[in-house]
């Protein structure tokens, strides 16, 4: 197979850091709070099947 073809794709990560979990912890708080802000009725849910 092309596995190392593959391997060769993938980008490289960046490594964990205090910077890192600092960014992510500021998105998620920002994704609840817009979250909060445009749902309107919060604990309707889709019917199901």
Known sequence: MYIT???AAVP???EWSPTV???MVI???LAIAFGRATI???NVGPELP
């Open 12 to 14: 490289r990560t960046l």
């Open 5 to 7: 073809a593959l391997l």
């Open 40 to 42: 309107n009725r919060p």
């Open 27 to 29: 998105c998620n708080v």
């Open 21 to 23: 979990a600092l960014i």
